[in-house]
């Protein structure tokens, strides 16, 4: 361990949350756009490509309206679902909480 290993680390965390904050600036171009495909790619890519930024439960929630907005209600629930399961504490969670209880209502 050297003296600069945890200024290291935290460096590191910082470039995943800017280049993931990215990701969802694009996702958001998209969806403004009507291109919910590419607005998801974009998303899965700051979850499968940034762990660790900071920035998955907003975009688990993103992720989330875009497939209740295609309709595919399923993938919807599952991306809901799993930011309750990893980020119960996270900012978005309770609005991930309401959209499961509009799907099952539904």
């Known amino acids: 361990q050297s003296e ?21 600036h694009v996702a958001e171009f998209y969806l403004a756009r009507g291109h919910h495909d590419a607005a ?18 907003e975009a688990l929630l993103k992720m989330g309206e875009v497939y209740m907005a295609q309709g595919r209600e399923r993938e919807a629930r599952e991306a809901f679902e799993s930011l309750l399961e990893n980020f119960a504490q996270s900012e978005f969670a309770p609005s991930a909480r309401r959209y499961l209880a509009h799907l099952r209502r539904a």
Do not use: D
Request: aromatic share 6%; proline share 0%.
């Open 4 to 24: 600069f290993a945890a200024e290291a680390r935290q460096l590191l965390q910082r470039t995943r949350a800017v280049l993931a904050r990215g990701e969802i």
């Open 40 to 57: 998801i790619a974009r998303l899965r890519t700051v979850l499968e490509s940034y762990t660790g930024s900071g920035l998955e439960a």
